[in-house]
């Protein structure tokens, strides 16, 4: 079993950084794919980003390519997305997703493993 949670949310203004890290806890002898994804109220849960198990290869979407960073630390259990220049589209809850196996599936049905997720919100 993966246990997950997600901090580093919050309030901000448009133009600004935030980061966001979410700590695996439970099995962590083998070590998941990672990733982020991000939900508004009313909609689907969309892939923001993902990272293989080594961290050797990361995924993103087209809206944060660019702007946005995913990495791990396997030693702490850790991953991290690093968001740069924010925009007010940014606003949602991000929640840190795992899964077995190298494939980052940008399906949020594809992932086994979520956190309670964390709240972002960029004004203008």
């Known amino acids: 079993q993966v246990e997950l949670t997600e901090s580093g949310g919050g309030l901000v203004q448009g133009g600004d950084s935030l980061t966001l890290s979410c700590t695996i806890s439970?099995?962590?002898?083998?070590?998941?794919?990672m990733a982020w994804f991000r939900q508004i109220p009313g909609k689907e849960r969309e892939f923001v980003a993902g990272?293989?198990?080594?961290?050797?290869?990361?995924n993103y979407a087209t809206a944060v390519k660019g702007r946005f960073t995913i990495s791990r630390d396997n030693a702490k259990n850790t991953v991290s997305l690093q968001m740069h220049s924010l925009h007010t589209e940014d606003t949602a809850i991000y929640y840190c997703?795992?899964?077995?196996?190298?494939?980052?599936?940008?399906?949020?049905?594809?992932?086994?493993?979520w956190g309670q997720g964390t709240p972002v919100s960029v004004s203008s």
């Open positions: 997703a795992a899964r077995d196996g190298r494939n980052i599936h940008l399906a949020s049905f594809a992932w086994s493993y």
């Open positions: 439970g099995r962590t002898q083998t070590k998941p794919t």
């Open positions: 990272i293989d198990d080594s961290g050797s290869v990361a």
